[in-house]
């Protein structure tokens, strides 16, 4: 086999990535507090110009790259461009918010574009290690992120949490693809998947290693019973990071499921959809119900990624190409709107003051009618009220599962999501229906300001149109 | 029959459009945003008559059709088109707005804005909810209305609002998840989202009671039906004025509209087997939630009891179509029930929404709403006592007015299928004039009580207009109802044939 330029076009994206990251690492370090805004603008161009790249070698057909290690398909391209996408609305907003709280450094930039390039690996993995070296590359960035204000205890304690227990899931999952490579004897998921079906593979062996894997996946998305780090680390990361962390990381565990479940194991789905059940009911009812409770704006939408997170495992649920690219559309829907969610308390916050609270909403249709309309999208989206796009993307979901004839599913999360529809209403109600408690202007930068219209308006534009995006998610799967 | 312009998407589209155009123009000089507001709501209505005087009314097919592909990966379509069941509630829509949007004139000074854009955005949705023929596109447009009607009775409502909206919109939330769940479930078995393919398809006992519970879920809550009812007392009384018109005269109306649409035609069976269930709570909310109305010490809550009694008779009339038609002795008395059952709707529209705007005009002058502050106001308030008078006889359902019409083609069909349902269901006639005359005695005849009272100025002209036209709806569609039954004649026979029929 030999290597020349034009056989790494597929790799391209991610390679230019690689450099254009430690292009701003090194440029970063001659620039002063006051030009740091070079650090942000190379690292927004970085990003439109991966998706540029993305969107050039985007293709229908599959391409495999290294041995199999590296694939190139049309669900890798979805989803990479998805994450490059709301990769730049989390870094316009996290500017504003960085600057305010006097936290504004060159690293949140450069460890966003490597959690990113990670989180793009995941999306083109073709074997169990480059997989797992995309989620490491992810999980450590992200580690270093959570504890980025250093004078922080809160955040210092959220990163330590969040690092040993991602460790523990890391070792769980590797654990679980050590047993799987043990009983099929390869490490590609064509190999595997094509080892499993040929069923002479010993089954004991192959379900022993899949709960693992399901275990260090669910670690991964934050679902119940395996939730207990979300709303901490949600919490107790600046709010840049948090909004960075609920988003496009989402994305990237979607990939992970992908991949290693559909791809690797799909011929054992009808054991890991059982599995997914429970978490699915489980974090439809935790999720939800547990966030009723929360005062903190910041832990309550943790609780609230618990219960999306259960209506994506939905779409898995169903087993197949309908309910794969349900469970995508609904990833791509959500990561957006939690951006969005989040965005809002990095504007909010300001010198001294970081908006965390439910009632820091008190009011806010008083102080800006514009940013607590867009957030009334958002927050009815994640609902699912029409004709926000949240409903599609539950709709889509729903009837994925009654598809294969799961119709009690559907009802438990029709239900949940009537109780998850409280707390949502609890917010827009501090924004429209209470009188402020804090008069102070809003000092959000207009980069922030029109990231979070494009993300409001998205929401309403996405679900009067939702054929469109709707389209891609399916002809994601059609190959 | 249709127009050579998409008459339905403008009646939609024009006063959402319009409503975030009146969002937009904001707050600094809110006479432009209110002319602008009333301009848009006139636009609409005068664009939505065509409806009428294009409408033929030999024919029951769906008429204004316009049908585009909107979501082709899930075989949905943006599909609208009206028969005569949905026309007369869709003009009713566009009619009751203006004077919604003429009642908030002075009334609403906090963000007059936002106040007028949401009754805009609102009537698109509800004329959306009666053109939809895709069931997604009715369930978008269904589950839309929520969203400006919580932001109404949220920030302009009265002191216990955030209780009562978001009771509201939890209790009317739940009902339609479960309705969606049974519209996907029909689109796997129909391989279609087309409301009037569901119509023909073809389901066995077990599926029809399921999806006619999913149903009843759903409209029940809205109609509202007694016991799912309580969410209606407390979003009236805190709701402000517009929105208590809008919910009395238009939503609850959707809720009935739902059965005709769905329940009845879908789950003919179920609906059949069913029917003592729906009778049964029909004649409760008559009698029952009639003696509740006697007792109530708020004005608005009054006549918000009187609105569930009186869509007991509407869900009455729907339903004792059954026991008609399981009689055979008689054979025109099923059609009737509907009818009855539509007139009522359309007579209530006008007659809630009159009592509501009445009861408005006081709370503008005194702030109270109990009955006890009231008291002679006929001696300072002459113009207005007459107008609350006549509105009052309408609601009692004296002859000559809409009330009487539907009652009485209501109380017909009853009898033609049980002689008890007749009796029990004419209570009303006495209930109904017991509860809303002795609070009309109550406030507006005797002696001035009170300082406050004494001080009262009458109606202006702003009051007269909406009053006014109240008035002449309800005495036309009370004296001359013909062209009203016209219209839905062929629609409803149609309908009834198609219910008379098992699926099984």
């Known amino acids: ?479 | 029959m249709s127009a050579d312009w998409p008459i339905l998407s403008v009646v939609i589209w024009l006063p959402i459009i319009g409503g975030l155009l009146v969002l937009g123009s904001g707050d600094r000089v809110p006479n432009v945003t209110r002319w602008l507001a009333l301009l848009v709501s006139i636009l609409t209505f005068v664009l939505s008559i065509p409806l009428y005087t294009g409408f033929d009314v030999s024919t029951a097919q769906m008429q204004f059709v316009e049908n585009l592909p909107w979501i082709p990966a899930f075989d949905v379509s943006y599909h609208l088109g009206v028969d005569g069941i949905s026309m007369p509630l869709i003009l009713l829509t566009t009619f009751i707005t203006i004077l919604v949007i003429i009642a908030g004139w002075e009334v609403i000074q906090y963000k007059p804005s936002q106040y007028m854009a949401a009754f805009l955005i609102m009537e698109g949705v509800m004329v959306g909810v009666f053109a939809a023929l895709d069931a997604m596109l009715f369930y978008v447009f269904w589950e839309a209305m929520l969203i400006p009607m919580f932001i109404i009775i949220g920030i302009w409502g009265g002191p216990r609002r955030v209780y009562a909206t978001i009771k509201f919109f939890l209790y009317t939330f739940l009902g339609s998840v479960f309705m969606l769940v049974a519209l996907i479930y029909m689109y796997f078995e129909s391989g279609s989202m087309e409301i009037l393919a569901f119509h023909d398809l073809k389901l066995n006992l077990t599926e029809q009671v399921l999806i006619f519970v999913a149903f009843l879920l759903a409209f029940a809550v809205k109609v509202p039906m007694w016991p799912v009812h309580t969410w209606l007392p407390d979003a009236h009384v805190e709701a402000p004025t517009g929105g208590s018109v809008i919910l009395a005269a238009i939503m609850l109306k959707i809720g009935g509209y739902g059965f005709l649409r769905f329940s009845l035609p879908i789950t003919p069976d179920a609906s059949q087997t069913l029917d003592w269930l729906i009778i049964g709570m029909s004649l409760i909310a008559v009698v029952y939630i009639g003696f509740v109305a006697l007792v109530q010490q708020d004005m608005k809550k009054l006549i918000a009891y009187s609105s569930i009694a009186h869509m007991g008779f509407v869900t009455l009339g729907f339903f004792i179509v059954f026991r008609i038609l399981a009689n055979p002795d008689v054979d025109s008395g099923a059609v009737l029930g509907v009818q009855g059952g539509m007139v009522q709707m359309v007579s209530h529209g006008f007659i809630s929404a009159a009592m509501f705007l009445c009861v408005g005009v006081l709370y503008d002058r005194l702030h109270s709403r109990q009955i006890a502050d009231y008291g002679g106001v006929v001696n300072v308030m002459p113009w207005f006592a007459f107008f609350m008078v006549f509105f009052a006889m309408a609601n009692a359902g004296l002859p000559g007015t809409s009330g009487f019409v539907g009652e009485f083609m209501v109380i017909l069909a009853s009898f033609r299928a049980d002689f008890w349902f007749a009796v029990l269901a004419a209570t009303t006639l006495i209930l109904g004039a017991a509860y809303t005359l002795w609070m009309i005695k109550r406030v507006v005849f005797g002696e001035v009580r009170s300082e406050g009272v004494a001080a009262l100025s009458d109606i202006n002209a702003r009051e007269v207009v909406v009053l006014a036209s109240l008035a002449l709806a309800v005495l036309a569609l009370g004296l001359w109802p013909a062209p009203l039954i016209e219209v839905m004649d062929a629609s409803i026979g149609n309908l009834v044939q198609h219910i008379g029929v098992s699926k099984l």
């Open chain 1, 1 to 479: 086999m030999q290597y020349d330029l034009t056989s790494l076009q597929p790799v391209l994206p991610e390679l230019f990535l690689l450099g254009a990251a430690c292009l701003v690492l090194v440029v970063d370090l001659f620039l002063s507090p006051r030009t740091r805004m070079v650090s942000y603008g190379l690292s927004l161009m970085a990003l439109l110009g991966t998706i540029a790249l993305v969107a050039w070698v985007a293709g229908p057909e599959r391409q495999t790259l290294f041995a199999g290690s590296f694939v190139r398909d049309p669900v890798a391209d979805v989803l990479k461009i998805a994450l490059l996408s709301v990769g730049v609305l989390a870094l316009a907003y996290g500017r504003g918010y960085l600057l305010g709280q006097g936290i504004y450094r060159g690293e949140y930039f450069i460890l966003a574009l490597f959690a990113l390039l990670g989180m793009m690996i995941m999306a083109s993995a073709g074997n169990f290690l480059t997989l797992y070296l995309g989620l490491e590359l992810l999980a450590l960035s992200v580690y270093a992120l959570v504890a980025f204000d250093r004078d922080s205890l809160k955040g210092a304690e959220a990163a330590m949490k969040y690092f040993v227990l991602g460790a523990l899931a890391s070792g769980m999952l590797l654990y679980g693809i050590s047993m799987l490579y043990g009983a099929t004897g390869s490490l590609t998921f064509t190999e595997v998947a094509e080892a499993i079906g040929s069923g002479e593979v010993d089954e004991t062996v192959l379900v022993f290693g899949l709960v693992f894997v399901v275990i260090g996946v669910a670690f991964k998305f934050g679902a119940v019973p395996f939730h207990m780090w979300v709303p901490d680390v949600y919490h107790g990361a600046p709010t840049a990071v948090t909004l960075f962390l609920s988003s496009t990381p989402k994305i990237a565990a979607f990939a992970l499921a992908l991949r290693l479940l559909v791809d690797g194991a799909g011929g054992l789905s009808a054991h890991w959809a059982d599995m997914l059940t429970i978490l699915v009911v489980l974090s439809l009812a935790i999720g939800n119900i547990v966030a009723i409770a929360q005062t903190n704006l910041k832990r309550m939408l943790a609780y609230s990624t618990i219960s999306h997170v259960g209506f994506i495992f939905l779409g898995f649920i169903a087993a197949n190409d309908k309910g794969y690219s349900a469970a995508l559309f609904y990833t791509v829907v959500y990561a957006l709107t939690a951006a969005g969610g989040f965005g809002l308390l990095a504007m909010l916050s300001r010198r001294g003051f970081d908006a965390e609270n439910l009632h820091d909403l008190k009011g806010l249709n008083d102080r800006s009618p514009w940013l607590a309309g867009m957030m009334l999208l958002i927050l009815f989206s994640m609902a699912g009220v029409p004709p926000t796009v949240g409903f599609f993307a539950k709709l889509l979901v729903l009837e994925a599962v009654v598809s294969v004839d799961k119709v009690w599913l559907a009802g438990v999360a029709v239900f949940f999501s009537i109780v998850g529809a409280f707390y949502y209403l609890r917010a827009v109600k501090m924004m429209y229906f209470d009188r402020p408690i804090d008069d102070a202007a809003i000092e959000a930068s207009i980069d922030s300001r029109m990231a979070f219209s494009i993300n409001g308006a998205a929401m309403l534009l996405f679900g009067l149109f939702p054929a469109g995006l709707l389209e891609v998610c399916r002809a994601a799967f059609a190959g």
